[in-house]
């Protein structure tokens, strides 16, 4: 029975994988298009229209990755930690930013509502930093490392456009 668990995790890591690296590398070739990463990452292949060069990029950081990983006996689970993390942060942003688009910018079609802009997305960020804050120790460090570099991307390219 040991065995069918470890396949299903292996199994489950590797689709994990190609989803996340189908996903990094359009994100890349959009940010890429946006100017926001090198051009060269905005690029297709001509022929296949798929974007090779952020699926190199992509493929060459989930080795990289996997490789960290494999010298751990908790890879696995550090790994599954880390993406947590992200996808705790990333919602609690998107909540933080529900309030911000219609309760302080008063922005968006339809008429404010502080229970449907206000309180549902508070209470919502709320119940995912008690679950972020449970998450291990490794992942919150990098959480908070990959967070600080965003803050200085963001401000360094703020400051170029001014």
Do not use: C
């Not at 309180?119 to 490392?145: D, E, F, Q, R, Y």
């Amino acid at each position: 029975m040991h065995w069918l668990l470890a396949l299903a995790k292996a199994v489950g890591a590797a689709f994990s994988a190609m989803i996340g690296q189908a996903a990094g590398s359009r994100i890349l070739m959009d940010m890429g298009r946006n100017g926001q990463v090198p051009k060269f990452l905005g690029q297709v292949s001509p022929r296949t229209g798929v974007p090779w060069k952020g699926i190199l990029v992509a493929a060459a950081g989930n080795v990289i990755v996997a490789g960290w990983a494999t010298t751990r006996a908790d890879g696995l689970d550090q790994l599954t930690s880390i993406v947590n993390v992200g996808a705790l942060s990333a919602f609690i942003f998107v909540q933080a930013s529900v309030v911000g688009y219609f309760l302080v910018k008063r922005q968006g079609s339809e008429t404010p509502s502080w229970f449907t802009h206000g309180l549902i997305p508070v209470v919502g960020a709320l119940l995912l930093i008690i679950v972020l804050v449970s998450a291990n120790p490794l992942a919150l460090i990098i959480g908070v490392a990959w967070l600080a570099l965003g803050i200085v991307v963001y401000l360094v390219r703020t400051h170029r456009r001014v």
